[in-house]
């Protein structure tokens, strides 16, 4: 499985931001997905999840009613609409794919990682 990210760039904080990360080469349907991201120096740390259905999202706190992840299946696609953003959102965000996965906030239980998208948010 191959996952794009696309979307990323400058923004100021206060704004709006939609990622995107499409799919290719397996069966999109069969993976709960996952954005990560990482910041200089930090560790990769989770963001969102979204089952294989859609059905079950899952945020990390700081993000909780400013991010909103969803998937096309049929666009093989999968999102992260980031609002009211803030300089501590700047970080490299990754989607990641997990086979037949429910969702969860673990990096070691994705398989498939894309190369990433930078976000920076100004002050």
């Known amino acids: 499985l191959q996952l794009v990210e696309s979307g990323g760039g400058l923004m100021q904080a206060g704004g709006s931001l939609r990622l995107s990360c499409a799919a290719s080469?397996?069966?999109?349907?069969?993976?709960?997905m996952g954005w990560f991201r990482q910041s200089p120096g930090k560790e990769r740390e989770f963001v969102a999840t979204?089952?294989?259905?859609?059905?079950?999202?899952y945020y990390r706190d700081a993000v909780k009613g400013r991010c909103t992840i969803s998937r096309d299946n049929a666009k093989n696609t999968v999102y992260l609409q980031m609002n009211s953003l803030r300089p501590e959102d700047t970080a490299v965000y990754y989607c990641?794919?997990?086979?037949w996965g429910s969702g969860t906030y673990l990096p070691s239980m994705y398989s498939y990682w894309g190369q990433g998208t930078q976000v920076t948010v100004s002050s």
């Open positions: 990641a794919a997990d086979h």
């Open positions: 979204i089952s294989w259905g859609g059905g079950r999202t």
């Open positions: 080469g397996r069966t999109f349907g069969d993976y709960a």
